[in-house]
């Protein structure tokens, strides 16, 4: 019944609209496969990867994958039929002509297939080498049944994303939920929901904690896809009007996830879960506490409303980063850009740490990014050598070792160039 219900909220309201169209300027992490591996297994694979996106909605992380991983072999799966049409006509404005099943672009080599599908019954749609699903696995009735058919789907040396709500920072949209729920009349009645969401946030007393939560959320999302989409419909209703929501802390989530036979790898934003940031104050009582309880305390303090994390079939320590050598191939992340702001140029990795750079070192960033294939920290010197011969080689090898630290770039570590 759930599940019915469930599809008939995404029947009607499918998210994102289509009008926030590609939105160029959006390239999240997680979008980038190969990132993905080095990330968790210091890999970097050449060859093109199968990709899941498990409950794509309407196709904007569909589109987002497809830029990040131009060869793969995407199969892009919803609930919802018409979030999956509205999916077809974003990928058609981008330039995407439909073959048959398969969706194929003028200048990349990959695929992409949509499918309606319940990842509560998935079907057998063979093995990936990457998993994404955001935003999804909290809606789902049974979704230790959902998570245990994508765990069935992942290869042994894949990766997944999972994005999943945090619990202990949404607990004022659940009290929004639930005021809405005691209210609302006729749950199977849209109109009446949203009549009685927008009545609630609009007429509450000024300053109410409600609705300097509904006005920063709506500033929030504005920001990042616009404002039609964050005073639309279709926002109130994935955000207070949710047929099902499960809400977990971070033990909880790991408890499931190994129930369905993941490892957690690692997060996204790890620098949010380091609790000294919140308590510096207490370092003797935070190195006492094993690594699972400073979790359990960053869940309590981190103002992140979800968790985003990189899970993998098999408990696995990330391998150390390589020590920097001239010969090694240097492979740059889709998603990283050069930032202009304050009259400087600066590399933010979108997890935390961000890069201030000088003329020569943007001149570096810059021509790596140009380049069709990965190329060697040596070559690299030499085309700054060449156009700043006066720059001290201390310098750039800095600057290399803060690319390679912090994660800005991976290697081919199989592979060194000359």
């Known amino acids: 019944m759930q599940t019915a219900a469930l599809k008939d909220q995404y029947e009607n309201f499918p998210f994102p609209p289509l009008q926030i169209g590609a939105l160029a300027h959006v390239a999240p992490p997680p979008a980038d496969a190969r990132f993905a591996c080095w990330y968790t297994r210091r890999q970097w694979p050449l060859n093109p990867l199968r990709i899941l996106d498990a409950g794509c909605g309407t196709g904007f992380s569909t589109l987002k994958l497809s830029e990040a991983n131009p060869d793969a072999q995407i199969v892009a799966l919803d609930i919802s039929q018409n979030a999956l049409q509205i999916a077809g006509q974003r990928l058609a404005a981008a330039g995407w ?4 099943k398969h969706w194929q672009h003028p200048q990349h080599s990959g695929q992409i297939a949509l499918l309606q599908a319940d990842l509560q019954a998935l079907p057998d749609l063979g093995h990936f080498d990457y998993l994404h699903c955001s935003g999804v696995i909290h809606h789902l009735p049974d979704p230790l ?13 894949g990766v997944a994303y999972l994005m999943v709500y945090a619990g202990a920072s949404r607990q004022m949209i659940a009290q929004i939920q639930q005021v809405l729920q005691l209210l609302w009349r006729d749950p199977t009645d849209w109109r009446e929901g949203l009549m009685l969401c927008r009545s609630l946030l609009r007429d509450l007393p000024e300053g109410h ?17 616009g404002p039609e989409v964050a005073y639309s419909d279709a926002f109130l209703v994935d955000t207070y009007l949710q047929r099902c929501e499960h809400r977990w802390s971070q033990p909880e989530w790991f408890t499931l996830l190994r129930q369905a036979g993941f490892a957690p790898a690692r997060w996204l934003d790890e620098s949010s879960w380091q609790p000294a940031q919140y308590l510096p104050g ?3 009582y935070l190195q006492r506490l094993s690594p699972e309880a400073r979790w359990a305390l960053a869940d309590q303090l981190r103002p992140a409303q979800h968790f985003a994390l990189y899970v993998l079939p098999e408990a696995l320590s990330v391998p150390d980063l390589p020590t920097l050598q001239p010969d090694q191939a240097v492979c740059v992340p889709h998603f990283i850009q050069l ?17 201030r750079l000088d003329t020569a070192c943007t001149f570096a960033w810059q021509h790596l990014k140009r380049q069709p294939a990965p190329i060697s920290w040596q070559s690299l010197w030499q085309a700054v050598q060449q156009a700043y011969p006066e720059y001290p080689a201390t310098e750039f090898w800095h600057f290399a070792r803060l690319l390679l630290q912090h994660e800005f770039v991976g290697l081919l570590v199989s592979k060194a160039l000359t």
């Open 209 to 225: 904690p409600f609705q300097q939560h509904y006005q920063q959320a709506c500033q929030t999302v504005g920001e990042l896809l």
């Open 282 to 284: 207490l370092p003797d």
């Open 339 to 355: 930032q202009h702001r304050e009259e400087s140029h600066w590399l933010d990795n979108g997890r935390g740490q961000q890069l």
């Open 97 to 100: 002509l439909q073959h048959g």
């Open 145 to 157: 049944r959902g998570l245990r058919h994508l765990r069935r789907s992942l290869s042994d040396q």
